[in-house]
């Protein structure tokens, strides 16, 4: 807890620090001390007696942050926002944000990211400009299956039967999680992780038809390769997989041998299409809203000729609302949002089902699941070709004040959020699968086939109908001229299949 609080203050610290140090470039580049003098001491304030931020403010700031699914996140970034001559504060002109970061997870260090995004409303007249670009490398990402429930999260099982590795490495893990004979305190989940690395690139642009009302517009490239996950010390299910790389296997290995995942999507491919919606926002201010709605609904439309991998066409749909109700005007919001993303049709490659779609300047995020949609859940535990999932919450700012002539303000949340899986993924064992097995290797294929009763669940028919993945919790949040948002929050989900507590350390809403 002490290295905790350690690490909230001088987080808070240094985020005060780099945005004092903010530049105004309205002024004259040349200019005496005098005049300095004077124009320091002409601070505007709007009507809520907020200083009115101009020019370019500057926000270089280290990266500290905790995801539950991720790890200990650590690096740089650089937030630059132009307010121009303040008269849209507090939302900026334009913005740019730049990171380079890294997570800590399983023990090890092989989990990175380069981001930049622009974001800009007066480069071309009467549209707006959202271009966001990176390159994510994870090492041990997480896995749980496709639909819901119908993929049973067992950590009993996998702990009976996990084998540490007669090496170094091995025996450290083993004398951290046994002592004397004891169960595991903590158990190694590489069984439910695989590595994937991304490269995205994408344009959105978005213009007003009426007050409030927008057209979008945009296109969305992304390349991914997927790959199994090598424990480091351990195996599960040892000898069953005959790779000279990974000993073990895993639910990903096991999804494919079953051809539940295809051998052509398997690892991964390139999506390449546009994005056209419509949007209707009426918020009165983007990264802290306290009023209004902002609802949107975008079609993806994905096929081979505009250069996503042959075969791997698809066509989806997107539709949220969210509403913040003012309760007290300025100090406690009631905010809530509604999506449903879809399939039309049933050839959604797996690689891009792991992804809550949005335009504007927020990239596409991991879902469903963690802490950019539903907190609590693990990372990716809710999966299908049709989804919908809801955030509810309470905001309530319970104290503002000026520091280093910067808008401060610290509010609290108590939040509810909660996913279903609509239409699932095929998941039958076909017997052309099993024939397969079996004819690669009798013994092997015959042990992975009967690894399947104990990792998916079949309803009458071969259907399964998944329920409700819900979770709670607390959250305290960090507000500096109502743009740059430091998040503390946790969660605990209800169902056990779905995880337990987590709790995250990261930056702004969630929506």
């Known amino acids: 807890m002490k290295k905790t609080l350690t690490v909230i203050i001088a987080l808070m610290t240094v985020c005060s620090a780099g945005y004092a140090n903010t530049t105004?470039?309205?002024?004259?580049?040349?200019?005496?001390?005098?005049?300095?003098?004077?124009?320091?001491?002409?601070?505007q304030y709007n009507e809520k007696g907020e200083i009115i931020k101009t020019g370019i403010n500057l926000g270089p700031l280290p990266v500290v942050a905790f995801d539950a699914d991720r790890g200990f996140q650590f690096g740089a970034l650089l937030n630059i926002y132009d307010f121009g001559n303040g008269a849209n504060y507090p939302n900026p002109n334009s913005q740019w944000y730049i990171e380079a970061s890294a997570y800590a997870k399983d023990s090890r260090i092989g989990s990175y990211k380069f981001?930049?995004?622009?974001?800009?409303?007066?480069?071309?007249?009467?549209?707006?400009?959202?271009?966001?670009?990176?390159?994510?490398k994870d090492a041990a990402l997480d896995f749980y299956g496709f639909n819901g429930y119908q993929s049973i999260y067992d950590m009993g099982f996998i702990r009976d039967n996990l084998v540490w590795d007669k090496n170094k490495a091995g025996q450290k893990l083993e004398n951290k999680y046994i002592k004397s004979g004891e169960k595991l305190k903590k158990i190694p989940k590489g069984f439910y992780r695989y590595g994937r690395d991304v490269v995205r690139l994408r344009a959105d642009f978005t213009g007003e038809i009426l007050k409030n009302f927008y057209w979008e517009a945009g296109w969305n490239f992304?390349?991914?390769?997927?790959?199994?996950?090598?424990?480091?010390?351990y195996t599960v299910f040892p000898g069953i997989n005959p790779a000279s790389d990974y000993k073990g296997t895993s639910l990903y290995q096991l999804y494919k041998d079953w051809g539940i995942i295809s051998a052509d999507e398997a690892d991964g491919g390139f999506s390449s299409g546009v994005r056209l919606g419509l949007m209707y926002d009426s918020r009165n201010v983007e990264n802290n809203p306290t009023k209004g709605i902002w609802a949107e609904g975008h079609l993806m439309l994905n096929p081979w000729w505009l250069g996503t991998t042959r075969g791997h066409d698809y066509y989806k749909y997107c539709?949220?609302?969210?509403?913040?109700?003012?309760?007290?005007?300025?100090?406690?919001?009631?905010?809530?949002?509604?999506?449903?993303?879809?399939?039309?049709?049933?050839?959604?490659?797996?690689?891009?089902?792991?992804?809550?779609?949005?335009?504007?300047?927020?990239?596409?995020?991991?879902?469903?699941?963690?802490?950019?949609?539903?907190?609590?859940?693990?990372?990716?535990?809710?999966?299908?070709?049709?989804?919908?999932?809801?955030?509810?919450?309470?905001?309530?700012?319970?104290?503002?004040?000026?520091?280093?002539?910067?808008?401060?303000a610290f509010a609290l949340s108590a939040f509810t959020d909660g996913a279903h899986v609509f239409r699932g993924y095929d998941m039958a064992f076909t017997e052309k699968s099993q024939l397969a097995l079996l004819a690669?290797?009798?013994?092997?294929?015959?042990?992975?086939?009967?690894?399947?009763?104990?990792f998916v669940r079949t309803g009458k028919d071969g259907k399964f109908v998944d329920g409700l993945h819900g979770s709670a919790g607390l959250g305290l949040r960090f507000i500096m001229n109502q743009n740059f948002i430091v998040a503390?929050?946790?969660?605990?989900?209800?169902n056990k299949q779905d995880g337990g507590f987590a709790f995250y350390l990261n930056t702004g809403f969630l929506f």
């Open 115 to 136: 981001v930049l995004n622009y974001d800009n409303k007066t480069l071309i007249p009467g549209v707006r400009m959202s271009i966001c670009t990176g390159y994510f």
């Open 488 to 494: 503390f929050e946790g969660a605990q989900c209800f």
């Open 319 to 408: 539709l949220t609302m969210r509403q913040y109700v003012p309760i007290i005007p300025e100090t406690l919001t009631f905010a809530y949002r509604i999506s449903y993303e879809g399939t039309i049709g049933k050839n959604a490659p797996w690689y891009i089902a792991p992804y809550y779609t949005s335009m504007g300047i927020k990239p596409d995020y991991d879902g469903f699941g963690g802490y950019r949609t539903v907190r609590g859940l693990m990372l990716n535990r809710v999966q299908g070709l049709d989804v919908g999932f809801y955030n509810i919450e309470f905001r309530y700012k319970f104290v503002e004040f000026k520091l280093w002539k910067q808008n401060i």
């Open 440 to 454: 690669a290797d009798p013994v092997k294929g015959a042990a992975k086939a009967a690894l399947y009763k104990d």
């Open 222 to 233: 992304s390349w991914t390769k997927t790959q199994a996950f090598s424990p480091k010390g």
């Open 24 to 43: 105004d470039t309205s002024s004259e580049a040349a200019q005496t001390q005098e005049t300095t003098k004077k124009k320091k001491k002409n601070v």
